[in-house]
Structures are given as C-alpha cells and as structure tokens.
C-alpha cells in the first residue's frame, strides 16, 4: 500500500469528502494550532504542568512516609513489629500502585486525562485518611488495616504518575519542545524526590512538638497530613483543559493494541525493564535507609536517625538538576546510562569497603547520598522522561502505566528480597547488588531505548497515524471524534 495518508473530516457522519493530508501536514497542523493556542489555553497548559508538581509531591511524601514510620513502628512495637509484617505493610503501596498504573494509564487514554486525575486524587485522600484513623483491638489487625489502607492509597499514587506525567510533558511540549524534558524533570522527578526530605522534615517537627513519648501521635499525624496536600490539587485541576495533542491525537474506541506492540515492542522492552532495574534498588533503599543508618550509628535515637536521613536526602537532590541539564546538552539515552554506571561505581565502593567506610558514619551517609544523587541523575529523571516521550499521545497513558506498573514490580521484588539478601549475604550486599543493576542497566538503556531528544511529539503522533493507515486500519482519532482516520491509496 504505497503512499498511505491520512484523512479527517470535521464530522464522521458528513455527507462530504474528507481533507487528505500527509503525516508531516498532521505534525506541522498541530504545532500551528499549539502556536496560536487562546489565552484560556496558555493559562490551562501552565495549571496543567503545576498540578503535575503538585499532585507528585503528595506522591513522594506518601513514597517516603514509612522511611521513618518503620523505625516508629519498631520502637513502638517490638517484635510484633517483624519484618515480615514491615515488608507488607511497605508492599501494600507498592502493589496498589501497580494496580492504578495499569487500569488508570488506559482510563486517561481511553476517557481523558482530567477524568483520571481527578479520580487517583480521590484515592489518595480517601487512602490517607483511612491510614490516619487505622484501629484495632491488636497491634497485628491495626497493620492490616494499614495494609488495606496504604493499598487504596498506592492505587491513586500508581494512577498520577501516567496521568499527571502525560498531561505534564503533552502541555510542556506545547509551551515549547525544547525546554520539555527539564520542565518535565522539574515536576516529576524532583517534587516526587523533594518527598524524602518533606516527609522527613514533617517527622522531625511533629516528633520535636510531640516528644518521643508519644510515638503513637507522632506517626498519626504524619499521616494525617498527607491527607492535606492531595486536597490542594482539586483546586488548580479544575482550570485545566485537554491538551491540543489530545485533542488531536486520542483514539477512545477501537484502540490497536496489536500494532502498537508491533511497532513499539522493543522500546515497551527497554522502558519496562529499565524501570523495573531502577526500582529494584531504589524503593527498598529507600524505605529501609533510616533502618540501615540507625544500624551504623552506635547508641542512635530516633531523632539522631531521622536527622541522618534528612542529610541523605538532600544530598540526593542535585544529582535531579544535573540531570535536567544533561538531558538536552548530552541527550536523554546518555544521561540514562551515565546515571546507571553511577550505581556501578558508588555500589562497588560501599559494598567492597562496608565494613571499613561504616565506621565513619558521615562517609558513610556522603557516599550512600552520592549513590542516590546518580540514581536521580539517570533513571529517576529520564525514565519518566523516555517513558511519555517513546510513545504516540494516543497510548501514551497507556505505555507508561504499563512501564512504570513493571518498575512498582520491581521495588515490590527488591522489597521482598532486601531482607533476605541483608540476612543471608550481608549489608554490603545490598550495595553490591546496585552495582549488578547499574551495569544491566545501562546494556538495556544502550540496545533498546530510543533517544527522543530535541523531536516534537507531534511529529511521532504523524507518524504513529500513518503507520496505521498503511497497515489497513480505520477509526477515529481526537478526543471529540472530530476526525476520522482512514486508508488513502495514491
């Protein structure tokens, strides 16, 4: 089928013919339309970026909330508090996030973005608050209720990152193509890493007014304020509109998932299983970093710990904004893998030197800090990035959701499996198992991520629609059906 293009016609349903165009008309018609964008539209694309922001620091301050809940729970609790029972409770985030990365990743390409941001915020607060109130008459039916709790909560945590990180990087590259990925970075990565420190920070406040006898409303109240940063989001979602790639390049029925595997097998590969590398390491590290440095420090109190921690996370940061400049100046697949051979290195040095370096708890607490900031730096600024960006708008949700839901997979396995690694192999094997992901890492970033620095996502939405057209497939594309898609022989 030589020369297949694409046709629209304003109505379906017309008695008319449609206008032909080629895919490259398509890409230069909805720059033009992003150009010429109303006052209404401008001021919806910059709420659409800032509720991204904001909906992703409630994210990262419920990622970060059992770092110190942990050590909470175990000072509370004691044995009743195993680890058993602390890797289920930290799970149940992790495998509700898997659920609502999947199901609302189709909803927000199926029904709409607003639709979906709307409900994973509902989630949230509703999650939050359940977490916030958990009773039971035994301390192991109070860690089930925070299990079902932290679940629901984890289905509207999952949800934001396809929805928001869509809507985030489709009205950023409206705005303008070149400055997409370090807005996009600025948004996701660094407000859902800016969650450590906050969620830290908010410990240590409430533990200072509270004091240490009073653990039970320390954690609570933590909790509880969870509750309040999601409902700020409502607020500023209610300005947004769809953006013009959706408008323009969403197919809600007849979706041909089969040719989307076909043609985007092996960058779903890459997306997939690199995130899953990233998270394998990171979330555990996470979540057990205040259990780990309270190991190293001799005689440590909960305070000492929390403060230690709060260092580790704001030596974590810069490696974000290096890694948004890096994107544009050496590209998004160098700046992925350059990111990973920093777990390589950083790994090696605490795994293979543990037992000497652990005696100096600031090296320490440098070096683990350093390890992180690489991570940010990489995989957690650019695979969110290589994510929304290798993929048509019209299954962009979609392609995330399923990217990120593998890389919650993975943090759920790590999870699982710090524990018994530390037990069985030792602390600094935990180190030494990041250095093994950095070098997987950077072999799949290098054979199966496409580098999508500096292209406009509108031209691989053309290109997405005439590879339908050429292989026989008819439907309607916009979000309000306002054209329809269809084979054209010249």
């Known amino acids: 089928m030589a ?26 018609k909805v720059r033009r339309e992003a150009q010429s964008m109303s006052k209404k539209e401008k001021v919806s694309s910059i709420f659409t ?10 994210d990262g301050y419920q990622n970060n909330l059992m770092t110190m809940a942990n050590v909470v729970f175990k000072n509370i609790y004691g044995t009743e508090y195993s680890s058993t029972v602390s890797t289920r409770v930290s799970n149940a985030l992790l495998v509700g996030a898997v659920l609502g990365q999947i199901f609302v990743g189709l ?20 999650g ?5 109130a958990a009773h039971a008459s035994t301390p192991a039916g109070l860690f089930w209720f925070l299990t079902v ?27 303008s193509p070149k400055s997409r990925g370090p807005v996009f970075i600025m948004v996701t990565n660094f407000v859902l890493s800016f969650g450590g420190p906050l969620a830290v920070s908010v410990f240590l406040i409430v533990l200072s007014a509270a004091g240490e006898n009073h653990l039970q409303t320390v954690w609570r109240v933590c909790f509880g304020i969870g509750i309040i940063l999601p409902l700020g989001v409502f607020v500023v979602r209610m300005r947004m509109m769809s953006t013009i790639l959706y408008k323009k390049g969403a197919i809600k029925r007849n979706v041909p998932y089969g040719l989307v595997a076909k043609r985007y097998w092996k960058s779903l590969i890459g997306t997939c299983f690199a995130w899953f590398l990233y998270d394998f390491f990171t979330f555990p590290n996470g979540v057990f970093s205040a259990t780990i440095i309270a190991s190293v420090i001799k005689d440590s109190d909960i305070k000492q710990t929390a403060e230690w921690q709060l260092l580790l996370g704001v030596i974590a940061l810069p490696g974000i904004f290096i890694g948004a400049w890096l994107c544009n100046t050496i590209g998004r697949k160098n700046t992925l893998m350059l990111g990973f051979s920093g777990y390589l290195v950083f790994g090696l040095i605490i795994g293979c030197a543990y037992d000497k370096i652990t005696k100096i708890v600031p090296l320490f607490v ?16 650019m695979m969110g990035l290589v994510s929304v960006e290798s993929y048509p708008t019209a299954v962009r949700g979609t392609c995330y959701g399923i990217s990120a839901a593998l890389g919650k997979v993975g943090a759920a396995v790590g999870t699982q499996a710090f524990t018994p690694i530390e037990t069985n192999l030792g602390k600094k094997w935990t180190f030494i198992v990041a250095a093994i992901c950095g070098v997987v890492g950077v072999l799949v970033t290098y054979f199966f991520i496409p580098d999508m620095t500096g292209i406009d996502l509108a031209d691989e939405d053309a290109k997405f629609m005439e590879y339908l057209a050429a292989n026989g497939w008819q439907g309607s594309v916009g979000e309000e059906i306002d054209a329809e898609l269809i084979v ?3």
């Open 3 to 28: 020369n297949s293009t694409l046709s629209y016609s304003q109505n379906p349903l017309a008695n008319r013919s449609p206008l032909v165009v080629s895919a490259e008309e398509h890409a230069i």
């Open 49 to 58: 970026i800032a509720a991204a922001g904001l909906g992703l620091i409630s």
């Open 107 to 126: 909803i927000c390409d199926r029904v709409g973005r607003k639709v979906a941001l709307f409900a994973t915020t509902a989630l949230i607060v509703v």
């Open 128 to 132: 939050a608050t359940l977490a916030t």
């Open 149 to 175: 709790a932290r679940g629901i909560t984890g289905v509207g945590v999952g949800g934001e990152y396809p929805a928001g990180s869509t809507s985030a990087s489709e009205a950023a590259n409206e705005r």
């Open 366 to 381: 440098v070096f683990y800090g350093l390890m992180q900031s690489s991570g940010n730096m990489g995989p957690g600024d």
């Open 488 to 490: 054209s022989d010249e």
